[in-house]
C-alpha cells in the first residue's frame, strides 16, 4: 500500500514540492537574513550529501537546497535543526521577513533593522510558518530608499528622521496594504513617523485584525478593500488614528 504524503505538512516544515517528481526544494530561513560561516558550509554540505550540489538564494533572503529526495527529508531536518537553521515555510502562512543592513553597516541605514526583525519574532511571536488566511509579508528597510520594497508588502516599514523633533530622532514610516501577485497593491502609508515599541504594536494589531477577519485566499490588501480603510485603521489605532 502506498504511504500517503501530506504535502501541506512539508510546506509548512520548509520543503516544497519541485516540478520533478519525487523531489523537494528545502527552503531555510535565518533572522534578517543573516547566516553565519556554519550555516553556509552545513547548506553546502547538505547540497552535495542529499540534492546536486548548489544552492540557490531566494528574494526574501533565504537560501533553498533543490532535489531533496523524499525518503532523505528527516535526515535532512535532524541535520538543520544540530547546525541552528530555520527553515522557511509557503502556503497560507507568514512568510520570511526581509529586512535590509539598517545602520548595522549601510552608510544610509537610520535604524537597527535586525533588532526590530528579531524583536517581531521574539517578542510578538510573528515568525515565519505561523498559520494564517493567506501568505502576509513584512519587509523592513533601514532608510527611505525602501531596498526591501515595504511597499509591497503586507506590513511594510522603514527608518526616517523625524522632522518634527528637536534632535530629528530616528523613528520608522509604516506601509499597510501592500502585495505583489497577480492583483498587485501599493501599501499605504501612515502620516507618522513611529518609535520602535509603536511599530511592534502596529504590527501585532495587524497581524491579529488579518488572522482574525480574513476569508481564505484573501490578501490584506483585499480584506482592507472589504472593509473600508477607515474602519481597518479604526481596528489598529482607536479612534485617535495618525
Known sequence: MT???DYDVLKKSGFLRQKQDGFFVLRTRMTAGVY???HLEKLSEISEKYGRGFVHATTRQGLEVPFIKLEDIVNVE???EAAGICRGASGPRLRTTTSCPGNNWCKQGLVNTF???ARIEDELGVRCAMDLPHKFKIAI???PNACTRPQSSEIGIHGQLDLSTPDKRAGFVVYLGGC?????RDGFRINKVFSEDEVLSIT??????????ASPRQRLAMLIEEVGREKFLENIFGQEKP
Open 115 to 117: 533588532a526590530l526583525a
Open 141 to 143: 528597510s533601514g532608510c
Open 180 to 184: 505583489g501577485g497577480r492583483m498587485p
Open 204 to 213: 501585532e494589531k495587524v497581524v491579529t485584525f488579518f488572522k482574525k477577519n
Open 36 to 38: 553565519k560561516k556554519k
Open 78 to 80: 535532524k541535520e538543520l
Open 3 to 5: 504511504q500517503s504524503i
